[in-house]
């Protein structure tokens, strides 16, 4: 991982721990179990599923087929400590108290702060192998490629980034969304420690992972913030947790829940169509408006090879999202479209872009622009849709833009995370890990080595070779 200043943010990081003092400052709740047995409630929410690793330690999210299903309604669990009732030989019944620490891993991806930060952030993105998936025996020219592209891919994402005030505004929105979300908790009786983890930048899921050991946490829910669950966004982050968990006898045995995807939620879907109505009304003749639904790319691969639910969950949303503002008598007619492609390979179509262009053509006067992959502000909302997707909208004939801001600290939608969370918490359930064998150390050891010879001789030829370099430059830019 690259970091801008080794070491000296960390402490930041740890900043990013909400209510730490909460465990010894709440309520109590009883709930009966039977001495050494635990209740392994799997699957039982829908979308929220204890995490399993397969016997070879991959993934099995990855290929999880979409869960299309609304979450049931579970009554709400509120403890910090709770009663557990034990069966004492033939003596009878005695009780212990066993203090409950609740935390919650908010995850993300997380953002330059600086200009100074953007090609290290860059070479974090790209050297994660859910970004790049490059085939199993090509694994080693993962970081020599993620140096290049992240080189040359700088100038380009920094005038983005100079454009929306120099750095991503990521950090602080998740912060803000991480305290609302730790008020909306105790709102409903539950003290929770929250905890944020960016996947590229600062505070990285990896020091949020050790602030949670540090804090002695007995039961996680993880909530990455992204509605719908792609291989890259929430599965990768995902994927650290496990990858800790196989090495980490604490967290092997921590009762984790994983909420995959929670962009079926009535209450996520009713904060979109509120703000979509909101919005629509600014127009001068709304029912004339395009509802334009614009959610960010991946590559089509990992939707047709790699089993991404994404696109399928993606149109679940939409569908979801204009079924309550048809329920609410708003007709409008509504488009989806895939926005932020990068490199030369296919991406989810229709893209963005061109479905703008054809819409001028075809006489679309008045559109309403609707982010849809993401619940905070960020460059690809500020800067690709706010500039370059509204002027080309405008040269291509529609009159009309509106763009619905992202749902932020909206109350409805974190009021709605919480539910999500305190309806998560019953099936909490140690992972299933396999602790590496020495043969796979050995292995470890030889493929990192050969992994570190052939990508310097790979980095160093392409680093020298200017006409390799223009011809790149041409397709990733
Ligand atoms: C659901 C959201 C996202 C998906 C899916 C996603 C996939 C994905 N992204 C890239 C490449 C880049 N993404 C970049 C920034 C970025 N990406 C997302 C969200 C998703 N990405 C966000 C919220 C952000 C912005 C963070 C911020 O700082 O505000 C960037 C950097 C910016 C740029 O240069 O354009 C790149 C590059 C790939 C390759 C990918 C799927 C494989
Ligand atoms: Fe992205």
New binding site residues.
Partial sequence: MERGVLGSRCAAGAGHILGKKSATSCGKTTSTSFAGSTKHEQNLHGNVKPLQLAANGSSCLANTSPVLKKQRNLSARSSSAEVVTTFDDAKGVSSSVVEEKIGVLLLN?G??ETLDDVQPF?FN?FADPD?IRLPRLFRFLQRPLAKLISTF?AP??KE?YASIGGG?P?RKITDEQANALKIALEKKNLHANIYVGMRYWYPFTEEAIDQIKNDKITKLVVLPL?PQY?I??SGSSIRVLQNIVKEDSYFAGLPISIIESWYQRDGYVKSMADLIEKELSAFSNPEEAMIFFSA?G??LTYVEDAGDP?RDQMEDCITLIMGELRSRGILNSHTLAYQ?R?GPVQWLKPYTDEVLVELGQKGVKSLLAVPV??VSE???TLEEIDMEYKELALESGIENWGRVPALGCTSTFISDLADAVVEALPAASALVTRKPDDTDSDLDLMHYLSKMFLGSILAFILLLSPRLISAFRNTML
Avoid: A, D, Q
């Fill in positions: 991806l953002g330059p860059l993105l970004i891919r380009k994402s983005g991503s990521l992204y792609s890259s966004t960010h991946v590559p994404y932020s990068v992959s993401f960020h460059i690809e």
